[in-house]
């Protein structure tokens, strides 16, 4: 069971991450399509899977664990694979925003049944395992997206395949549960539940929407300034993942060795990443990269852990949404946010604005992560 969980998050980062890559590809094939509208390749899904995760309570009421898993799974296959067919960029992100809609029933699942089948105190064991095994998704669909790319711009699409994997352990392995049942009182959205949670909920919005500034601009700008080609800006994206997965896997020992300052490394390592950025030199992208997944592999367990924690048995309907919310309103607002900040702070011809402007949220996540939870103890239970 503990597998079949862990494998819907091997997919939920490859809604728009996976796709990164080949961005360059892509707005070469659609030249008349502005920077911005490409970038919304990578980030329409995120629209949808706010919209389907706080909506997520009336539907696990209405249908069980198994049958919300297979739909989502399936629309996820045939709205991630479908836009292999698509020649048109309004067409392209109508499938996009499609697929937000299967990860939107996907993602409470993928974090959520783990605080439902599991005691407190395995929960930061499991919830770094969850984002290793997303970010190992991460590793594989970027690799594998880049590779097809390669051949023609819409072979990158076949990567989203990979749900079948996901669907039949589904299928065979997954327990049917009516989690709607055990928050019989709970509404779509309810604002005492985003007063109670929403540190863990700014900060999660906070931490996609500086992480997504690195998928959205670096395939770009590294092919631009460094003139890196499609295949070394893959292995690049791809090491960024690898190094988040190794750090998802320890997440439970640091989270125990590092209990009261765990908290900054987030903030304090995307801050280390975007400024190495700052230094033209491929070793300095590397290296920045390499900050960046750190961060994301320390970040999203944390507050997911703390989260489920203060949530309880009954997380998947209640904090879980709010925090896929969240962390996909972080990646859809993100080029919607930095790309004209950029513009507006340090000019049009400034090429690294972007970074410039990502070193600004983090000083500003920095400040939320002090003001409500410096005085915040780690629960004992943690382990």
Same mark, same amino acid.
């Given at each position: 069971?503990?597998?079949?969980?862990?494998?819907?998050?091997?997919?939920?980062?490859?809604?728009? &991450?996976?796709?990164?890559?080949? +961005? $360059?590809? !892509?707005?070469?094939?659609?030249?008349?399509?502005?920077?911005?509208?490409? *970038? %919304?390749?990578?980030?329409?899904?995120?629209?949808?899977?706010?919209?389907?995760?706080?909506?997520?309570?009336?539907?696990?009421?209405?249908?069980?664990?198994?049958?919300?898993?297979?739909?989502?799974?399936?629309?996820?296959?045939?709205?991630?694979?479908?836009?292999?067919?698509?020649?048109?960029?309004?067409?392209?992100?109508?499938?996009?925003?499609?697929?937000?809609?299967?990860?939107?029933?996907?993602?409470?699942?993928?974090?959520?049944?783990?605080?439902?089948?599991?005691?407190?105190?395995?929960?930061?064991?499991?919830?770094?395992?969850?984002?290793?095994?997303?970010?190992?998704?991460?590793?594989?669909?970027?690799?594998?997206?880049?590779?097809?790319?390669?051949?023609?711009?819409?072979? &990158?699409?076949?990567?989203?395949? +990979? $749900?079948? !994997?996901?669907?039949?352990?589904?299928?065979?392995?997954?327990?049917?549960? *009516? %989690?709607?049942?055990?928050?019989?009182?709970?509404?779509?959205?309810?604002?005492?539940?985003?007063?109670?949670?929403?540190?863990?909920?700014?900060?999660?919005?906070?931490?996609?929407?500086?992480?997504?500034?690195?998928?959205?601009?670096?395939?770009?700008?590294?092919?631009?300034?460094?003139?890196?080609?499609?295949?070394?800006?893959?292995?690049?994206?791809?090491?960024?993942?690898?190094?988040?997965?190794?750090?998802?896997?320890?997440?439970?020992?640091?989270?125990?060795?590092?209990?009261?300052?765990?908290?900054?490394?987030?903030?304090?390592?995307?801050?280390?990443?975007?400024?190495?950025?700052?230094?033209?030199?491929?070793?300095?992208?590397?290296?920045?990269?390499?900050?960046?997944?750190? &961060?994301?592999?320390?970040?999203?367990?944390?507050?997911?852990?703390?989260?489920?924690?203060?949530?309880?048995?009954?997380?998947?309907?209640?904090?879980?949404?709010?925090?896929?919310?969240?962390?996909?309103?972080?990646?859809?607002?993100?080029?919607?946010?930095?790309?004209?900040?950029?513009?507006?702070?340090?000019?049009?011809?400034?090429?690294?604005?972007?970074?410039?402007?990502?070193?600004?949220?983090?000083?500003?996540?920095?400040?939320?992560?002090?003001?409500?939870?410096?005085?915040?103890?780690?629960?004992?239970?943690?382990?």
């Amino acid at each position: 069971m503990t597998a079949t969980i862990l494998s819907m998050s091997l997919l939920t980062v490859m809604a728009g &991450a996976a796709i990164a890559p080949a +961005l $360059g590809i !892509i707005k070469a094939h659609f030249s008349e399509a502005s920077a911005m509208t490409v *970038q %919304l390749i990578v980030s329409m899904p995120a629209l949808l899977i706010i919209v389907t995760s706080l909506l997520f309570l009336p539907i696990s009421r209405v249908l069980r664990t198994r049958t919300i898993a297979t739909t989502g799974l399936l629309l996820y296959v045939i709205a991630g694979a479908g836009c292999f067919f698509m020649n048109d960029i309004y067409l392209l992100l109508t499938m996009r925003a499609l697929l937000g809609v299967s990860v939107g029933l996907i993602m409470p699942l993928s974090t959520g049944l783990l605080a439902y089948y599991f005691p407190p105190e395995e929960q930061a064991r499991l919830m770094g395992l969850s984002a290793a095994m997303n970010q190992m998704g991460g590793v594989v669909a970027t690799l594998l997206a880049g590779l097809l790319a390669t051949i023609e711009w819409n072979y &990158a699409f076949l990567v989203y395949l +990979l $749900g079948m !994997i996901a669907l039949v352990m589904v299928w065979i392995w997954l327990p049917d549960e *009516q %989690l709607g049942s055990a928050n019989k009182r709970g509404v779509p959205f309810q604002p005492r539940q985003l007063l109670k949670f929403h540190p863990s909920v700014i900060g999660m919005l906070l931490l996609m929407t500086i992480f997504f500034i690195f998928p959205t601009n670096f395939a770009i700008l590294a092919s631009q300034r460094q003139g890196l080609s499609t295949e070394v800006i893959t292995g690049i994206m791809v090491g960024l993942d690898v190094v988040a997965f190794f750090v998802g896997l320890k997440f439970g020992s640091l989270m125990n060795r590092f209990r009261q300052s765990v908290k900054y490394f987030a903030p304090l390592l995307f801050l280390l990443g975007y400024g190495s950025y700052l230094v033209p030199t491929v070793i300095m992208a590397v290296l920045g990269s390499a900050f960046i997944g750190m &961060a994301t592999g320390v970040g999203v367990p944390y507050l997911n852990t703390i989260a489920s924690i203060k949530g309880g048995k009954n997380s998947a309907t209640t904090v879980m949404p709010l925090l896929s919310a969240a962390l996909y309103l972080g990646q859809f607002i993100s080029p919607l946010i930095v790309t004209p900040l950029s513009k507006v702070i340090f000019g049009s011809t400034d090429i690294v604005a972007p970074y410039e402007v990502g070193i600004v949220l983090c000083v500003i996540f920095l400040l939320q992560v002090y003001s409500t939870r410096h005085f915040q103890s780690l629960p004992p239970t943690v382990k």
